[in-house]
């Protein structure tokens, strides 16, 4: 059993290194233009994760507040208020240039993953609040 082990091991640390080498590589050729287009997109959307992440921790004083009200209908208007805020934070850094199903589909997708983590944050710090 050991033996297959260290055969996988090798295969996936070889192809792991293959995949390494053929982005370089591919980097290397890449024009200046496409180069720039992945680097600023890549920076557009780390920001908006660090932007997402830190709302609910900025504003524990909003969660507290609409968590003395005690209805869940005032956490869903901020929670939906806050993805809305950070979908609509999104489009703007992309120029509002979400056109095509695969555009639409990481846009979508990462409107959901922002709701979600802010359900469960906000739900966090509402409870530690209480």
Not at 25 to 41: A, F, K, N, P, Y
Not at 113 to 122: E, F, R
């Amino acid at each position: 059993m050991d033996f297959l082990k260290s055969v996988g091991g090798k295969i996936t640390s070889g192809l792991v290194g293959l995949a390494v080498i053929a982005a370089g590589i591919s980097w290397w050729q890449m024009d200046v233009e496409t180069r720039h287009m992945l680097v600023s997109g890549t920076g557009r959307i780390l920001s908006w994760f660090l932007v997402v992440v830190a709302v609910p921790w900025i504003g524990f004083w909003i969660i507290g507040w609409v968590g003395k009200f005690g209805r869940n209908s005032a956490g869903a208007i901020l929670i939906f208020a806050m993805t809305a805020l950070e979908a609509a934070l999104l489009g703007w850094l992309f120029e509002w240039s979400i056109h095509g199903a695969t555009a639409i589909t990481f846009f979508s997708a990462a409107t959901l993953l922002a709701g979600v983590y802010n359900l469960l944050a906000c739900d966090w710090i509402a409870e530690k609040l209480e």
